[in-house]
């Protein structure tokens, strides 16, 4: 049987909590249009976010190695849908949207540039004087300007309540508003499991990664108390495992280990400021959604060990300079060059500026095509 629009938004007043947001109080689109017969709006935006074109481009933008490296090396797509994973499953616990958490989770990286983090700061250097760069940013830019997919506006016309989740470093900021509504200072419950989704999701995907690099040893993550922590879980677990299947249940038990502190502490933090609405939640004390101090404790120490040996590693450090360095000349070729980029970012030149057309233009490459750019303009 096939539920109404209607149905699935009674089904929502009947099943989630007071404080989350329900597709039918929804603030809305930028662009008017008709409600669809069948889907409610959060599941809609989902599914314009799944079909665009800046979503699918995830698939060859680095993690942390650069891609095409290793075949099975974590790319922004498989982090994101990862994430999205564990921010459905919180969004469950929590009885709030899963739609909505699941729709931020898969648009919040669509704006990242190629070459993961190292390409956001050169990015950011090369747009100092004109206005910076920031994936967060440049994400909802992504999804309200630059996508092309509706004759009569630019960008997917999402709802209020997806474009609000991807603001999550403004949200702070005194007065932060999109279309007039405040976004802080706390976002609201399904925003913040995105966000505290991406943290769960790294500190898990980025240890297998680093061990099959062979950056990271076993005997390096047994001196940190938060893999000791998942290891003797994954020992009550099973009495016996061989290498491979102990390393796996183990960093799968970070991932649990991580979504449970989460729970227990979220559900306190609801028990002791008792939301009743969005507002509530956004304007509570504090931050619902979050680790709980012991966890705290323990990610610090693990992400800094994270940071030393992998993520500043020479090994990945110096493929990503390389890289980002091919970047920046390609940056420039097309300031120097614009009738090179493609048609539709040349005719956005007039009405947004060339540096940051070209800064869009250069955001919304893949890993791949931006090398095969600079091999066909002999960039080195």
């Known amino acids: ?22 597709s039918a109080r929804s603030l809305g689109r930028r662009y008017s249009e008709a409600d669809h017969p069948v889907r409610p709006s959060f599941q809609r935006d989902r599914d314009r976010v799944l079909h665009s074109r800046c979503f699918r481009r995830l698939e060859y933008k680095t993690q942390v190695f650069v891609n095409g490296t290793a075949d099975h ?19 469950r616990a929590f009885h709030v949207n899963e739609d909505l958490t699941e729709t931020i989770c898969l648009a919040h990286d669509v704006g990242h540039s190629p070459f993961g983090h190292r390409g956001e700061y050169v990015l950011n250097d090369l747009m100092k004087e004109h206005g910076g760069f920031d994936h967060n940013l440049q994400s909802l830019r992504a999804v309200e300007k630059l996508e092309y997919q509706y004759p009569g506006f630019n960008g997917l016309n999402l709802t209020w309540e997806v474009r609000a989740g991807l603001l999550k470093h403004e949200a702070a900021k005194p007065g932060a508003a999109l279309d007039g509504h405040p976004i802080g200072p706390f976002q609201y419950l399904e925003a ?35 893999w000791k922590l998942a290891a003797a879980r994954t020992r009550e677990q099973y009495a016996a495992l061989d290498d491979i299947h102990f390393l796996r249940i183990t960093i799968r038990n970070l991932l649990d280990l991580q979504a449970q502190d989460v729970l227990r502490e979220g559900h306190r933090r609801i028990k002791k400021h008792n939301p009743k609405t969005l507002a509530d939640v956004m304007s509570a004390p504090e931050r619902i959604v979050a680790f709980g101090d012991e966890m705290s404790g323990l990610l610090d120490e693990f992400s800094k060990f994270m940071y030393r040996q992998l993520y500043e590693n020479p090994a990945v450090l110096d493929a990503n300079k390389e890289a980002v360095a091919l970047m920046r000349g390609l940056f420039l070729h097309y300031v120097e060059h614009p009738e090179t980029l493609g048609k539709k970012a040349q005719a956005r ?32």
């Open 349 to 380: 030149i007039a009405e947004e500026g060339l540096m940051r057309t070209v800064c869009d233009y250069v955001a919304g490459c893949t890993d791949r095509y931006a090398l095969e750019e600079c091999i066909k303009y002999g960039i080195k």
């Open 192 to 226: 913040q499991i995105a966000d505290v989704a991406d943290d769960i999701t790294y500190h898990a995907h980025d240890v297998d990664d680093g061990l099959d690099a062979g950056l990271i040893t076993l005997e390096q993550l047994e001196k940190l108390a938060f």
């Open 1 to 22: 049987m096939t539920h109404a629009r209607q149905e699935w938004e009674q089904l929502e007043a009947r099943d989630l909590a007071p404080y989350a947001a329900h």
């Open 73 to 91: 090396y974590r790319t922004r797509l498989t982090h994101t849908m990862e994430m999205t994973a564990v921010g459905r499953t919180l969004a």
